[in-house]
């Protein structure tokens, strides 16, 4: 353990700002996909941390994408301060694993507001409930409220749950898929299918039929964002890109939303089995024909994660535009 992670975990109000503490607590390889830029303990169960938001990103700011009016993004973002903080304050090990089961999140209208210039995000953490097992911590539920510019953007709560990795070895063994194809070299001159803004599609063509909408989950295993590091399973992460993804062509296909500037503006995602990476996936979604009149937003679109006959998770979208 680093100098600066020990600082961090013997003294909560050290901020832990060092670049090589914050990728190692954020789980992160590559340093162009580490975008929390610090953690602050302000008591037991409330964290204050600040992310930065990228002008350049293999995966947020391609193909006009604008990562200030992108939910992912700020998931992201959240996702990394959630690990940063079990590690750095809840004394866990950063061997352990990490497993997200279920997360909801809504953007408000001021993103769409937010100047071009806003570089840095304040995510506010406050944990509602953590569940141990003995003296470990196994379950943690927090909530989190994002601000740009003092303007609140994002809100939202998220459930993960931890394991030692010996634990989560034995669980995984008897898996289809025992390991994947390893993350990109960093210092390697080639860059890798996914790393462009045509291949972050990661879903097949669309196809429409009598109000369902399906398409088959593309993964690609040398993707520098989604598989940073190697990962025996598809990450929640690529399955919420996958839903988001759905959703926006969904809507821009059908008229239901303003194609030239939209985006999910909420979503309820629930995980509820690992989905394996050498296995067809097939997302499956309904439109929600019922839409409140009095919001800039597409009706909700209901979707199924699935492997064959296996569920794996449903998710639940709302699209918005500037009103």
């Not at 097949?204 to 088959?216: H, I, K, P, T, W």
Request: with cysteine; net charge negative; charged share 20%.
């Amino acid at each position: 353990m680093s100098p600066s992670i020990e600082r961090a975990v013997i003294d909560p109000s050290a901020p832990v700002c060092e670049p090589d503490a914050i990728r190692a607590l954020a789980h992160k390889r590559f340093s162009e996909n580490v975008l929390l830029a610090g953690i602050r303990a302000c008591a037991a169960d409330h964290f204050i941390c600040t992310g930065r938001i990228p002008t350049a990103h293999p995966l947020f700011t391609e193909g006009g994408r604008v990562a200030r009016e992108d939910i992912l993004f700020y998931t992201e973002v959240g996702r990394q301060a959630s690990l940063a903080v079990t590690h750095a304050y809840l004394n866990v090990s950063l061997d352990d694993v990490f497993i997200f089961e279920r997360s909801e999140a809504e953007l408000t209208n001021a993103i769409w507001s937010l100047p071009s210039t806003a570089d840095t995000v304040e995510i506010e953490i406050k944990v509602r409930d953590t569940v141990r097992r003995k003296t470990a911590v196994n379950r943690v539920i927090a909530d989190y409220v994002m601000s740009v510019g003092g303007e609140v953007v994002f809100r939202g709560t998220g459930t993960w749950t931890i394991q030692s990795a010996a634990l989560f070895k034995r669980m995984r063994r008897g898996s289809v898929a025992r390991s994947s194809p390893a993350a990109p070299d960093e210092a390697g001159g080639t860059v890798d299918a996914g790393s462009s803004g045509a291949n972050n599609i990661v879903l097949s063509a669309l196809e429409s039929r009598d109000g369902v909408v399906g398409a088959s989950l593309v993964v690609d295993c040398r993707h520098r964002y989604f598989f940073d590091h190697a990962c025996d399973h598809v990450p929640g992460m690529l399955l919420l890109e996958g839903c988001a993804q759905m959703a926006l062509g969904a809507c821009a296909e059908s008229g239901l939303a303003r194609p030239n500037r939209m985006a999910v503006m909420a979503y309820d995602v629930d995980f509820t089995q690992f989905v394996e990476c050498n296995l067809p996936t097939s997302l499956i979604a309904r439109v929600n024909p019922d839409r409140d009149t009095s919001t800039s937003a597409a009706p909700a679109m209901e979707i199924v994660i699935a492997q064959g006959e296996v569920v794996a998770g449903t998710a639940r979208l709302r699209v918005g535009f500037p009103a």
